[in-house]
């Protein structure tokens, strides 16, 4: 029996997860949501999906959705995410979860009482190369955004925008992940850098969201990471991240070179054949790894054994936990 999926969102889920869900056997979109109905609509028609809304909690209560997949603007997430999880569905829930800690939480608490599975789209974590990626020291660089990119809700305070929960989040999730240990003390700082920009109507706005972040955590098992993200510098491959210990230096480039080096020995290129490479629209690491992670959860709600480990609703309360500590830009004691 088919997964019936219902979409909330029509920017990064038109995009890259209704794409992708080409890819995911057992699935079936069956709805989907956007701030208006005209645009749900548009893309509907587009995708030859039955049904548009032009409310989150409309569709999160529909009859013929299981999962429903929250992939709208941060400050929706948590009042559509509950509406599905008391509704029943499962729920797959955008990073970051929420504006703050404190929504996060109340998100957890209704999530503990759902019979409904809930995750964080934390995908990177099925990332061939990053699963690689496990060893005590961390040091991880964000892509930038475009410095001149004109005004959007990425750069509202407000809608949940800024680089520190688009990509920090992402980066914090890994670190946790691949020490397996959580934060007990951040010391960090976020700030705006262009303090305006031109939308796309021509009209210049403030800027309320952070387009720089740079952070060291300190974990529970001993481990450092130091995470630094910027809008404002060139970075020719994009993502970038190293790890070293006493066995040896993982470095990663891009989305997919991954190179190995040992004590006395050079670094030697790594990387892993991907299955999914150039079949995803984008062929970029975020919906390849999309893919998987939807793979896994149509498994789980099939009764089949997990693959992997998705990201839940408390990992993205640990995580927002995390980013509140930057924003506050002191150090500051998670333990």
């Keep these: 029996m088919s997964v019936r999926i219902g979409i909330i969102g029509t920017g990064f889920a038109r995009r890259v997860q209704l794409p992708a869900l080409r890819l995911v056997p057992g699935v079936t979109v069956t709805a989907i949501a956007s701030g208006t109905l005209e645009r749900a609509r548009a893309v509907a028609a587009e995708f030859a999906i039955p049904q548009a809304f032009g409310s989150g909690e409309e569709l999160a209560r529909a009859r013929d959705v299981d999962l429903v997949l929250v992939s709208s603007t941060p400050d929706c997430h948590a009042r559509q995410a509950i509406a599905a999880l008391e509704a029943g569905k499962h729920v797959l829930c955008e990073k970051p979860m929420a504006l703050d800690a404190r929504e996060a939480a109340r998100m957890v608490e209704v999530a503990d009482r759902s019979p409904g599975l809930a995750r964080i789209d934390h995908e990177l974590r099925y990332e061939p190369n990053l699963e690689l990626v496990l060893r005590p020291y961390l040091r991880g660089d964000g892509r930038p955004q475009a410095a001149d990119a004109p005004w ?139 893919v998987r992670l939807m793979r896994d959860l149509v498994a789980v709600l099939e009764g089949r054994p997990a693959t992997g480990t998705p990201a839940t609703f408390h990992d993205g309360w640990a995580v927002q936990r995390v980013m509140d500590a930057v924003r506050a830009g002191s150090s500051v004691r998670l333990d």
């Design 152 to 290: 959007s809700w990425w750069y509202d305070a407000a809608r949940g925008g800024g680089i520190l929960g688009a990509v920090g989040s992402h980066l914090i999730d890994l670190c946790r992940f691949w020490t397996a240990s959580e934060v007990v003390e951040v010391s960090g700082r976020a700030a705006t850098l262009v303090a305006t920009r031109v939308d796309e109507q021509g009209v210049r706005r403030a800027v309320t969201a952070d387009d720089y972040a740079s952070c060291v955590l300190r974990f529970a098992s001993g481990a450092i990471a130091t995470i630094t993200l910027t809008t404002m510098s060139g970075h020719g491959p994009g993502h970038f991240a190293q790890l070293t210990g006493p066995d040896g230096t993982l470095v990663l480039t891009g989305e997919t070179r991954l190179e190995v080096g040992r004590p006395g020995k050079p670094l030697t290129d790594a990387s892993a054949t991907d299955e999914l490479w150039e079949r995803t629209t984008p062929n970029n690491m975020w919906a390849r790894s999309f």
